[in-house]
């Protein structure tokens, strides 16, 4: 017992946060304001580091002129002194210039550096932002399938940037912190390589790494490795109390494992790896996000046009009309290209900034609005009254779109974080959500119109899980599609996700259509594509 005691008493890493929280993690436009922060207090540093150098040359110079004095004077000091005004000098330097000496050298120069940064730091990430950041990295590895190596060594899109090995072991203990021993495992790994590869640290070395490491791969069942770690360990601390214990727990769970029989796994099974709320469509949500299982048929592909588009030849755009895009053919949906000047969607950007918040989610059983960690994004609602960008927004919506947009939410600008997602949901509320939309009077989303107010360099797809669809962010361009069919039935195929942030900074914008003001817009056809192949439920094409 005393053993296995010892084993679990390993020191869980303490986390502290701070009173004031702003989720900066989940917002990229909002941390660009932290490297100016940042930016301000380099400036200071530089000030300070000056200041103090001037101070000490100051004293350098006194100290080298008393030095050729002394040397000078002491040869022979009665000659010296026996002229009045070095006596003098002599009285004055001792009694009031080593005086104002003392005073330079006790003057404190941080002062200004010291009070900027106090202020300054009341305005900084706190510990669970550090925290959402590292588990976004684990999120991007385990999404685009990245090893610790590709990420540390700087292979990602755009410029190098390299994570040394405080980094990796700083990534571990996020992980350990939070009972994720699979990554605590793989970024412990790749801190021990780095550091025999030559990498040096004031703060953790290898017997540190290997103690998590033996404590993170036993959760996960492999007795055999946590002994050999905990072993490399006592190679290098034979003292080690914890590793002394674990090394006779280990060896005495390994001894029974081998007397099991054949063919059963014993105390020594492989654990899950996966999260406790991994969704069963996980990995073909991930699939979709690497760009990989698009389930779309070359027959299916060639039906699919471009067009200019007007709407049965409305007013604005009979002469101008707007270039449309078949992106999937059932559910049906389109792109907009060119919908947006980037003078608008600056507008909108700077309107939204100073109002973003972190998205939440509705609980299904409560009803409150919650934070959740399959939804990293911030977000703002911008009403058509708050300035003319967003009421011609909201206009050409409608006139493009044939749906009245005044029984419609407002605009809402989302901006994603370190790793932003949106886990796949449903925009329309389900029959097992009767009162989803009751407070709003305006029925359920009828049709979703969406954004895209940045370019992304890697990642952030919206993927339809369901049929296995994939749109990829174009800035400037919209995506519209229906949530119902026109019975007003839910259409299920309409599941879809925002898929994590790889590298860059993605907005968007989105307006939910109600049903309300659309009973006599939306054909009550229950063919929703033109020209297109009849799919069945299964997304398949009918013979």
């Not at 207090?41 to 000490?56: P, Q």
């Not at 992106?327 to 000047?341: G, L, M, N």
């Not at 749109?471 to 519209?480: R, S």
Request: include cysteine; charge should be negative.
């Amino acid at each position: 017992m005393a053993a296995s005691w010892l084993f679990f008493c390993v020191l869980l890493p303490c986390v502290t946060s701070s009173s004031a929280h702003s989720d900066f993690f989940t917002s990229i436009g909002q941390m660009t304001d932290l490297l100016f922060t940042e930016k301000d207090l380099v400036t200071s540093l530089k000030d300070y580091i000056r200041a103090e150098e001037t101070k000490l040359e100051q004293i350098r110079r006194w100290a080298d002129k008393l030095d050729v004095l002394a040397a000078a004077a002491t040869q022979d000091p009665e000659s010296f002194l026996g002229h009045p005004v070095n006596a003098f000098k002599l009285m004055k330097r001792l009694n009031t210039e080593w005086g104002e000496l003392e005073n330079l050298v006790l003057t404190d120069m941080s002062d200004g550096f010291i009070s900027n940064l106090t202020i300054q730091r009341q305005h900084f990430p706190n510990d669970d932002d550090q925290t959402g950041a590292a588990k976004a990295l684990m999120r991007l590895q385990d999404t685009y399938q990245l090893d610790t190596d590709t990420i540390s060594t700087g292979q990602l899109p755009g410029p190098d940037q390299l994570i040394i090995m405080d980094d990796c072991f700083d990534l571990g203990k996020v992980a350990y912190s939070e009972a994720d021993y699979y990554h605590t495992e793989l970024w412990m790994v790749q801190a021990l390589k780095q550091l025999d590869q030559g990498e040096t640290s004031n703060t953790v070395d290898a017997v540190t790494i290997l103690d998590y490491l033996s404590y993170s791969v036993y959760q996960q069942g492999e007795l055999e490795r946590a002994l050999d770690f905990t072993r490399r360990l006592l190679e290098l601390d034979g003292t080690h109390q914890r590793a002394n214990g674990n090394l006779k727990y280990f060896e005495y769970q390994l001894a029974k494992q081998k007397k099991v029989e054949v063919g059963e796994k014993g105390e020594g099974r492989q654990m899950p790896r996966h999260p406790d709320d991994y969704l069963p469509e996980r990995r073909k949500y991930e699939q979709l996000c690497r760009g990989e299982g698009v389930k779309m048929t070359p027959r299916r592909q060639s039906r699919l046009f471009c067009r200019y588009y007007d709407n049965n030849r409305h007013p604005r755009y009979m002469i101008g009309p707007v270039k449309q895009e078949d992106e999937w053919d059932s559910p049906r949906i389109v792109r907009y290209h060119d919908i947006v000047s980037d003078k608008e969607m600056e507008k909108v950007k700077e309107l939204a900034k100073p109002r973003l918040r972190r998205a939440t989610i509705s609980n299904p059983l409560t009803g409150a609005l919650e934070t959740a960690h399959y939804r990293i994004s911030k977000s703002a609602w911008l009403g058509a009254y708050e300035h003319p960008v967003i009421d011609k927004i909201n206009q050409r919506i409608e006139d493009i779109t044939g749906l009245d947009v005044s029984t419609a939410e407002d605009l809402q600008v989302a901006n994603y974080g370190v790793g932003g997602q949106y886990e796949p949901h449903f925009d329309f509320g389900r029959k097992d959500e009767p009162d989803a939309f009751e407070e709003l009077g305006t029925g359920n989303r009828i049709a979703t119109w969406l954004l895209y107010m940045s370019d992304v360099q890697s990642g952030g797809a919206t993927v339809f899980t369901d049929v296995r669809a994939a749109v990829w962010p174009k800035k400037g361009t919209a995506v519209f599609w229906y949530n119902l069919f026109p019975s007003g039935d839910g259409d299920y195929r309409t599941r879809h996700a925002a898929c994590p942030v790889l590298v860059g900074n993605k907005w968007v914008s989105n307006k939910w259509i109600h049903e309300r003001g659309q009973e006599f817009r939306r054909r009550c056809s229950l063919q929703e594509t033109t020209d297109l192949e009849v799919i069945d439920s299964a997304g398949q094409t009918a013979d």
